[in-house]
Every structure is written in C-alpha cells, then in structure tokens.
C-alpha cells in the first residue's frame, strides 16, 4: 500500500505503520479538542519534542519577565508614577496568567509526545519479542 505523504512523496504500508500519532491535549476549562492531531515518523518525534521543550523554556522566560510586569513599583510618590503602576502591574498579572496556561499546555503537549513515542517502541519491542517466539521453533531448510 502507498499514500502521499506530505510533498507528494509516497510512503509504504511500514512507513504508515511506523507514524506516531498525536492528538492534541485536554486543556482544563477549554472545550475538548476537535480530534485532529499531527503524525510524525519515528526519525522526526525526538526533533518535534526538543522544539517544544524550547518553546517551554522560552515561555519559563516570559514568565520571569511577566513577574517583574506585575510587581512594578512607582518610581516617585506623584500621581503620574502612581496611575502609570496602577495600569502596569494588572496587564503585569494577566500576562503571567496567559502565559502559565501557555506553558501548562505545551508541558502537557511534551508528555503526549513522549508517550506517544514511547508506546510506540514498546509495543514494537513486544512485537519483536513475539515473533523471536514463534520464530524459535521453525527449522530452516
């Protein structure tokens, strides 16, 4: 069996076999996905992961950055520096919360991914070791 693969290439039946599928994360209070998801070979999960683990780590430094948005302190006791902290620290605050939620989900993304690839070889090496079995009795000629 071949399909076209992304690019137009075709890809066989093992190829197909060999993909790892990943739906996208339930997020509290958000409703459920729509039941899409992306499919990456074996060759292409670890790249997709460390691409998310920076995303997170950026994220981690949006965060820090937030928190100083939200803990600005009036540089004088006039009314100007007084308005200006009474605007900045609440944006400060919803900033952090966008972004928390943000690296909550790619957190959860992560661990889709890296349980999606590791079923994969699991089940692969149970596949492998069901074979070796049966495999075992089989004279060859």
Do not use: C
Not at 45 to 73: F, G, K, P
Request: proline letters at 5%; charged letters at 25%; a negative charge.
């Amino acid at each position: 069996m071949h399909v076209a693969a992304e690019g137009g290439a075709a890809v066989s039946g093992k190829a197909i076999r060999s993909m790892i599928s990943v739906a996208a994360p339930k997020i509290a209070g958000a409703p459920n996905p729509s039941g899409g998801g992306y499919r990456f070979s074996r060759e292409e999960i670890d790249q997709v992961i460390a691409e998310w683990e920076d995303l997170h780590a950026s994220l981690t430094d949006d965060y820090q950055r937030a928190q100083d948005m939200a803990l600005v302190q009036p540089p004088g006791a006039e009314p100007a520096s007084q308005d200006f902290t009474a605007y900045a620290n609440p944006s400060g605050r919803a900033f952090m919360e966008a972004t928390q939620k943000m690296m909550e989900y790619v957190q959860q993304y992560i661990e889709a991914l890296r349980n999606a690839r590791d079923g994969i070889t699991a089940r692969e090496d149970q596949s492998q070791e069901d074979i070796n079995k049966v495999g075992s009795g089989v004279m060859e000629v």
